[in-house]
Each structure stands twice: as structure tokens, then as C-alpha cells.
């Protein structure tokens, strides 16, 4: 009888190991899945310059998702000195550019031409898992890298809503120079800068990315 157990115990065991020249291989991460090691030096740096410039953030765990998209690096942010809506994941540079650019651009712009602090950014997000204008087979958007952001309006402190829609080529002669005065701005602050004057697809928004460039339109 002992014989018989050690010989059963000896077959589950065996079971266990591959045989030999079979390849075992670890599942692949699914869509979503945590990317794996520490953050980069780069972004450490950034991390520090954002608390540098008292940029308010939140840490966001290194994620991948299906179709080449992923959110390496990326932060939320939190507290730049004026509101933003819809924001989601983006890239420590990217916020670190982005916060700048409203402090640094569109509030000394927003007092010049309009006589008043903007109160609210209107934004239509950060991170989107998608092509170059959405196109079928296009190559991936740097939205899909959490590395750009499209900004739609300004809400000023007196009450005003400023669009890019409407007010790019409007008839108020001061939101026309506003708006132009932030996206040169833009321009000079990210890598690709976008406008109504790139295409119909960005009438009513500007789109900023770190991507490849530098190009301004």
C-alpha cells in the first residue's frame, strides 16, 4: 500500500513539469493591464518640476489598452490656478506644458484683450484611444499616448463665453486677438499646435500634443 501512494505521488508530479522542449510561455497582459518598471528619469523630473511650479497633480498608474494606445507617465491634474474641464490622463509633460500656458499665456492674454481673468477652461479631454482625426487605418493620435489636449473655450470672470467656434473669426475684434494670442502661444509651448486655420476638423478647437514637430497652424 505504501509503495502504491509513493508511486501516485510520483505521477502528480510529474504532471506538473512541462516535458521537455515544450515552451511555456506567461500570459500576455490584457488591455488595461498595469505596465511594468519604476518611472523614468524624465518623468521624475517632470514630477519635480510640477511641485516646483505648485502644480497640483495626481499620480496615475502606467497603463496600456488595445491598439498600440497607452498612458506612460501621465499624471491628472488637479490644481493649476483656473478650472479645466474634462481632463483625464496626460503625460507629465504635457500637463507640465499645459499649466504653463494658462498661467503664463492665457491669463496676461485673457486681461490684455478682454479686460478680465478667465474663470474656466472648457476642454474636450486628454487621453482617447484613436486615430489621427479619427480615420479608419489612420496611425495612432497622440491623444491615444495621453500626450495631447483640445480646448474648445474661455469663460471669463465678467460672465462671457468665448469659443473658438464662434469667436476665431467673429466680430469682436478683441476675442479674435485673444484667441490668436493663445495659440501662438500654444505654438510656442508644445510641439504641434492646431487651429481653425489647420482644417475643418479643428473649427471649434485647438489641439495641443508634444508629439512630433514642431508644426503650428
Not at 51 to 69: E, H, M, S, V, W
Request: charge should be positive.
Amino acid at each position: 500500500m505504501r509503495n502504491w501512494l509513493i508511486f501516485v505521488a510520483l505521477l502528480s508530479l510529474a504532471a506538473c513539469i512541462p516535458s521537455s522542449g515544450r515552451r511555456v510561455e506567461a500570459p500576455a497582459p490584457r488591455p488595461g493591464a498595469a505596465a511594468a518598471g519604476p518611472p523614468s528619469r524624465a518623468t521624475l523630473q517632470c514630477l519635480g518640476d510640477l511641485r516646483r511650479d505648485q502644480i497640483g497633480y495626481k499620480n496615475l498608474p502606467d497603463r496600456t489598452f488595445a491598439g498600440g494606445c497607452s498612458a506612460i507617465g501621465s499624471v491628472q491634474l488637479l490644481d493649476i490656478g483656473t478650472p479645466v474641464t474634462n481632463l483625464g490622463a496626460m503625460t507629465c509633460g504635457l500637463a507640465q506644458s499645459f499649466a504653463l500656458w494658462t498661467r503664463d499665456a492665457v491669463q496676461p492674454a485673457a486681461r490684455a484683450w478682454l479686460g478680465t481673468n478667465v474663470a474656466r477652461i472648457e476642454s474636450f479631454g486628454s487621453y482617447s484611444c484613436r486615430s489621427v482625426n479619427s480615420q479608419i487605418g489612420g496611425r495612432l493620435s497622440e491623444h491615444g499616448r495621453a500626450n495631447a489636449v483640445d480646448i474648445a473655450a474661455f469663460v471669463l470672470a465678467d460672465g462671457r463665453r468665448v469659443t473658438v467656434l464662434d469667436g476665431w473669426n467673429g466680430g469682436d475684434a478683441d476675442i479674435r486677438k485673444f484667441l490668436r494670442a493663445v495659440h501662438q502661444a500654444g505654438c510656442r509651448r508644445f510641439n504641434v499646435a492646431l487651429g481653425p486655420d489647420a482644417n475643418a476638423l479643428h473649427r471649434d478647437h485647438f489641439h495641443f500634443d508634444l508629439g512630433a514637430g514642431p508644426y503650428c497652424r
